[in-house]
């Protein structure tokens, strides 16, 4: 068996960084005092392969380097918006390390909201509210645009009516009743992005978007709309945020739902009419989609070509 070299292989991809940098910043306007609690991944991408090739160290940045940079330009920029730090990261290292060939950072947001006695908003207290928790990714090849996503995961929806699944594909197997009346309740990953990243309000257009799916999901406040599946509420919700942000190019919603049963109580004497259920939390259904403009795909198609081969492509590096 001949053995195989280098020559005769192809790095498809080789980037390393720092995860789950936690921090608080915090700011102060007078006496009221305002934090972001986050958790920041970044990843780096050289314009050589040459630490894993060669083990050649020459060109790399250290790890806990890049974890100090981004505690500092969380000192200097302070936290305007995830995006807006995201974004901050990305351009230090493109601009700082001529070695660096894509940048790309996560920050996620710990859900704090300021709390209030009595209708009042507290100077300096704070609630830990797990009703959604707000998350962004930026990221950039050199000479190439800076793209940016956000999103909202771990958000958990339930309605307690106005749902139902019926009309499905029936076979041997096939043990599931149709039901017309059912507990609708998921928990929802929202991602989406902005194409070419632009002088957007940020903190804006994300409340507006978790507005958008906390709407398509439940309808209206008096009466609320029936989903005829999961599927169909999915959809919802990417046609409502398609429809009233434009911002918005493409957007993928995955919903992981949870399923309640009935309780049968006729062996203790009572009739349970859908008052008393229990969660089966596994084996849960999932579904996803991902929706997005033609405009947006017509146009940024030649440029995600070459957005692909620069994250994967790096023969030309080996050859160098």
Same mark, same amino acid.
């Given at each position: 068996?001949?053995?195989?070299?280098?020559?005769?292989?192809?790095?498809?991809?080789?980037?390393?960084?720092?995860?789950?940098?936690?921090?608080?910043?915090?700011?102060?306007?007078?006496?009221?005092?305002?934090?972001?609690?986050?958790?920041?991944?970044?990843?780096?991408?050289?314009?050589?392969?040459?630490?894993?090739?060669?083990?050649?160290?020459?060109?790399?940045?250290?790890?806990?380097?890049?974890?100090?940079?981004?505690?500092?330009?969380?000192?200097?920029?302070?936290?305007?918006?995830?995006?807006?730090?995201?974004?901050?990261?990305?351009?230090?290292?493109?601009?700082?390390?001529?070695?660096?060939?894509?940048?790309?950072?996560?920050?996620?947001?710990?859900?704090?909201?300021?709390?209030?006695?009595? $209708?009042?908003?507290?100077?300096?207290? *704070?609630? &830990?509210?797990?009703?959604? !928790? /707000?998350? +962004?990714?930026? %990221?950039?090849?050199?000479?190439?645009?800076?793209?940016?996503?956000?999103?909202?995961?771990?958000?958990?929806?339930?309605?307690?009516?106005?749902?139902?699944?019926?009309?499905?594909?029936?076979?041997?197997?096939?043990?599931?009743?149709?039901?017309?009346?059912?507990?609708?309740?998921?928990?929802?990953?929202?991602?989406?992005?902005? $194409?070419?990243?632009?002088?957007?309000? *940020?903190? &804006?257009?994300?409340?507006? !978007? /978790?507005? +958008?799916?906390? %709407?398509?999901?439940?309808?209206?406040?008096?009466?609320?709309?029936?989903?005829?599946?999961?599927?169909?509420?999915?959809?919802?919700?990417?046609?409502?945020?398609?429809?009233?942000?434009?911002?918005?190019?493409?957007?993928?919603?995955?919903?992981?739902?949870?399923?309640?049963?009935?309780?049968?109580?006729?062996?203790?004497?009572?009739?349970?009419?859908?008052?008393?259920?229990?969660?089966?939390?596994?084996?849960?259904?999932?579904?996803?989609?991902?929706?997005?403009?033609?405009?947006?795909?017509?146009?940024?198609?030649?440029?995600?070509?070459?957005?692909?081969?620069?994250?994967?492509?790096?023969?030309?590096?080996?050859?160098?």
């Amino acid at each position: 068996m001949s053995q195989v070299t280098i020559k005769d292989l192809e790095v498809l991809n080789c980037e390393y960084g720092k995860n789950t940098i936690k921090f608080l910043r915090l700011h102060k306007e007078g006496k009221k005092q305002f934090v972001k609690e986050v958790e920041v991944c970044a990843h780096l991408r050289l314009t050589s392969p040459q630490e894993y090739l060669e083990g050649n160290n020459s060109l790399v940045i250290p790890t806990d380097t890049i974890k100090n940079i981004v505690l500092v330009l969380a000192k200097k920029n302070g936290i305007s918006s995830l995006e807006q730090f995201a974004i901050d990261i990305c351009n230090h290292f493109m601009t700082t390390f001529c070695q660096v060939a894509y940048v790309k950072a996560y920050v996620q947001e710990v859900p704090w909201q300021r709390l209030h006695e009595d $209708g009042v908003p507290h100077i300096h207290s *704070f609630i &830990c509210v797990p009703d959604g !928790i /707000r998350f +962004c990714e930026a %990221e950039q090849c050199r000479n190439g645009p800076l793209i940016v996503f956000a999103g909202i995961k771990d958000l958990k929806l339930m309605k307690t009516t106005q749902s139902g699944f019926e009309g499905f594909y029936k076979n041997e197997h096939t043990t599931l009743p149709e039901r017309h009346d059912r507990i609708l309740c998921g928990e929802f990953f929202c991602k989406w992005s902005y $194409g070419e990243c632009k002088d957007f309000d *940020f903190n &804006c257009i994300w409340k507006k !978007i /978790r507005e +958008c799916i906390l %709407e398509a999901f439940a309808g209206p406040p008096d009466c609320g709309e029936y989903s005829p599946s999961y599927q169909k509420t999915v959809n919802c919700i990417q046609m409502l945020v398609l429809s009233r942000v434009p911002q918005v190019q493409v957007i993928e919603v995955v919903l992981n739902n949870t399923f309640y049963n009935v309780v049968d109580m006729k062996n203790l004497g009572l009739t349970n009419d859908k008052e008393v259920l229990v969660p089966v939390e596994t084996p849960y259904g999932s579904c996803t989609c991902t929706l997005g403009r033609k405009t947006f795909f017509e146009a940024q198609s030649q440029m995600l070509r070459d957005e692909r081969r620069c994250q994967f492509g790096l023969a030309a590096a080996q050859g160098n």
